[in-house]
């Protein structure tokens, strides 16, 4: 990123930061004096963090507002919820270091500036700006303790453990402002990210919920839309996604509901209408690298690889996401280029590296990369340790199914790898995942179907493991013919009493689409004691005690079916 706000936050400077990351330049900032500031402040501090949300439009009625200046667009969208664009943001930035210079006891305000900086670092990948956060948050609290009324610098901590990947303080911090103020709505899409990080999928669901009778309209149907994602209705997460992107007003709030809709399109396997999306993201602000790194990813989907490997290198030198710089070393690996696979593998390391220093866990990541390019074991010691520390999504279980299956414990890692697909979560490498498992325990049957099922729900998931899947499924050949019986694993016949543990891999594909759980439903059954876990994935203090009904009482309402604010 070329944009770079102040990095002493304390005591802060008092310049500006330089130009932000889209090519317009803040104008310079005012320095108003009056008590406005500290007000709004109260309003707009933690709610910048909530970049997946939606602004509100204003009712149709009302007279079209004066123009704004940066730092009045970046409260506004605070306000609402909603992303502000990096240029608004800086200068939001550069304004309340100026600010809290000069008054040094204004909570509010440095408040605004910690969760500022919280997003900041977030969009540009700059782990560094996460310390300057915490400062600034801190700086709140001794200024005014939470316990006595500043619950937004708790939302920030909250903002910024999540964006460390610490999702467990995450939870803590969004738990304790419910547990203050019920309806404080900056609180719910903290406990909603945290929760999901977690794998407590339950608990997301009713604090999705929840959030959609607080924040009614866009905001909530985006949450509402990601929440239909984890659950596997696909088609109930497009048509909801596509209402909150139809009431995105402000051009950030745009980009951001078009780029849902593109990772959504690109997830079924349909990579032309992803780029659809991520092209008209970047017609609407052409300085969003993620939509870019989308589109690089359906480019390659295409078989575009010079333009894929372009695009790719664009985003990992202005925004260096560590996911970035693997998905860019596997498709070099997928072309035979392995000299520039060992560069990009080289600065992920390093980019790890620096994560690690910064206080940001990237496990998952590192695991994913140890697992298939350098040492399963390493990998499988990451993932035991992150599931030891409750974090036991989706994604943490099939990493360590296959961090497992890698270092030859396929049987170990069998149990984990269900558990990711039992959630509901319609990953095609999740399915390829267990069907390899499955094929290396001489589960023909249920491999084969598993193997069809990651090449149905999306083709082109990896570059790499794609064609690996089409390889594992044509040796396995076709069922065998005289019945299910015949496609059985090979091995002692069951007595006749016993089922089969699974069903063969030849099911009815219209059934395969349904999610394989009730909506909202927990991660499945624990994996043995034997392979390191501990304790359930739910909590009991993860259950909304405002009384928002669970995700199966009314699992299709949508909360964010309003289209103004309350």
């Known amino acids: 990123m070329d944009a770079k706000p102040q990095q002493n936050p304390e005591p802060p400077p008092s310049t500006l930061p330089p130009q932000g990351a889209t090519s317009v330049p803040p104008p310079p900032a005012p320095m108003r004096t009056t008590l406005r500031r500290a007000a709004f402040g109260a309003v707009a501090a933690a709610v910048l963090v909530a970049g997946a949300v939606i602004a509100v439009p204003d009712d149709e009625g009302e007279a079209a507002p004066p123009a704004q200046g940066p730092v009045a667009r970046a409260e506004a969208a605070a306000a609402a919820g909603s992303p502000a664009s990096l240029s608004d ?136 839309s990601e929440m239909y994602r984890n659950q596997g209705w696909r088609e109930d997460a497009l048509a909801t996604a596509q209402e909150a992107a139809d009431l995105a007003g402000a051009p950030a709030a745009k980009v951001a509901a078009l780029h849902r809709l593109g990772d959504l399109a690109a997830e079924r396997g ?39 490997l372009a695009e790719y290198r664009t985003v990992t030198t202005k925004l260096p996401r560590p996911e970035y710089v693997l998905e860019l070393g596997e498709l070099y690996e997928s072309l035979g280029l392995d ?32 697992a298939d390019h350098g040492d399963p074991e390493a990998a499988v010691e990451l993932m035991r340790t992150e599931w030891a520390a409750q974090r036991r999504s989706a994604a943490v279980s099939d990493t360590l199914a296959w961090a497992l299956h890698r270092a030859g414990r396929s049987e170990e890692g069998m149990q984990y790898a269900e558990r990711a697909v039992e959630t509901g979560v319609r990953d095609a490498a999740y399915a390829y995942h267990l069907g390899a498992i499955e094929s290396a325990l001489g589960q023909d049957g249920p491999a084969r179907g598993h193997l069809e099922e990651a090449l149905r729900t999306n083709p ?42 699974r069903s063969p891999g030849g099911a009815d594909k219209e059934a395969e689409k349904e999610p394989r759980r009730e909506p ?47």
């Open 89 to 224: 943001l800086t200068a939001l930035i550069g304004d309340r270091q100026k600010w809290v210079e000069t008054h040094p006891a204004d909570a509010p305000s440095w408040a605004v500036l910690g969760t500022a900086y919280v997003e900041w670092g977030r969009r540009a990948a700059d782990s560094a700006y996460y310390t300057r956060a915490e400062q600034a948050l801190q700086r709140s609290l001794a200024a005014q303790p939470g316990e006595r009324g500043n619950v937004r610098a708790w939302v920030g901590l909250g903002a910024l453990a999540n964006a460390r990947n610490d999702f467990l303080a995450g939870k803590k911090w969004g738990e304790t402002v419910r547990s203050r103020q019920p309806k404080e709505w900056t609180a719910y899409p903290v406990l909603i990210d945290a929760y999901n990080g977690l794998g407590e999928y339950a608990a997301a669901a009713r604090a999705t919920e929840k959030f959609g009778t607080l924040r009614k309209g866009a905001p909530a149907l985006a949450r509402t």
């Open 460 to 501: 082109y998931f990896s570059p790499l493991a794609a064609p690996l899947a089409r390889e594992a499924l044509d040796a396995l050949g076709e069922p065998a013919a005289g019945g299910p019986e015949a496609v059985q694993p090979s091995g002692p016949e069951p007595g006749p009493s016993q089922e089969p543990s």
């Open 339 to 370: 000299g520039d696979a060992r560069t990009q593998y080289t600065k992920l390391r390093d980019l790890l590296t620096r994560a690690r220093t910064a206080g940001v866990d990237e496990s998952l990541t590192e695991a994913r990369f140890e």
């Open 520 to 566: 909202g439903a927990g991660s499945g059954p624990e994996p043995s004691a034997s392979t390191g876990s501990a304790g359930s994935t739910g909590s009991a203090g993860s259950d909304d005690s405002t009384g928002a009904a669970g995700a199966s009482s009314a699992p299709r309402a949508k909360p964010g079916a309003a289209t103004a604010s309350p």
């Open 270 to 308: 349909e990579p032309a209408e992803a780029l659809a999306q991520y092209d008209a993201a970047l017609r609407t602000d052409r300085g969003h690298l993620p939509s870019l790194a989308g589109r690089a990813r359906a480019l390659a989907a295409l078989e575009r690889t010079d333009e894929a």
